[in-house]
C-alpha cells in the first residue's frame, strides 16, 4: 500500500511589483515513506520552497502534486496531519516546559498517554532529567533534540526538515543528526531534509542538488 509523495512537473514562482521570480519548471520527484532525501543546492535555489510544496504547506504555481497514505490518494491536510516537521529555529512553545512541548501534539489530539509517551520520548533523547525545564533553560542542541521528539512523537509517515542542524555546532550536529537518522528507521518514516551540511546529506538514501531551476541527483 503506497504512502508518497508524487510531485510532477511543477512550476513554482513568485510575483513581485518588478518581476516574477521563477525558482524551478518541470520538476518531478517521488518520495517514499522509509526513504530519505537531502536537498541541497545554493542559498536562494528554492530548496525551502520545494519542502514546503512537498509537505502540502504550499501548492506550487502549477504542475501537479498527489499524496498518498496506504493506499489511498489524499488531500494536503491530510499529509500534514500524517506528518512531523522540524526547523532550523526549533519553535518551541516557550511557555511549556520539556515534557509539556512533548506532550502537546499528542493532548492536542486528545490522547491520554500523552504524558506517558512524552517521558518516553524524552528518555529516547536523552533528557530525561530536562523535562521541567523551559526552552529558554536548554541549550540550542537539547532544544532541538525536544523539537526532534516532538516531530516523531506521533509517529507520522513522513517528517521535513528544514536546515535542522543549521543553529548547532559541528559536534552538537553529528548528534542530532544520527538521533533523527535512527529515529526515521526505527519508525519507518520518510525523512525530506533540506540542508547546507555535507556531512549531514552524506547520510540520506538519496541527495538531490537544486540550483537555478534544475534538480539533480548529487554524488
Ligand atoms: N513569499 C515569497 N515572495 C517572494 N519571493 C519569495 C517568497 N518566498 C521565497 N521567495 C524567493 O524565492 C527564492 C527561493 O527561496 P527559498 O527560501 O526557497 O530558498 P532556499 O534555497 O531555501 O534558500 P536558503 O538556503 O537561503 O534557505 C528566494 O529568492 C526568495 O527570495
Ligand atoms: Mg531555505
Redesign the pocket.
Known sequence: MKTAIELENIRHE?D?DKEC?R?FDNLSLSIGKGQSLAIV?P????????LSIAAGLEAPTGGMVRFFVRGEEVDARTLRAHSGFIFQQFHLMPELDAIGNLALPLRLKGRRDAFDQAAAWLDKVGLKDRARHRPHQLSGGEQQRIALARAFISRPDFIFAD?PTGNLDVRTSEGVTSLMFDCARETGCGLVI?T?SSRLAAQADERLHLEAGKLEMAA
Open positions: 513568485f513581485t521570480i525558482l543546492g542559498s536562494g535555489a528554492g530548496k525551502s520552497s520545494l536546515e533540506v547546507h
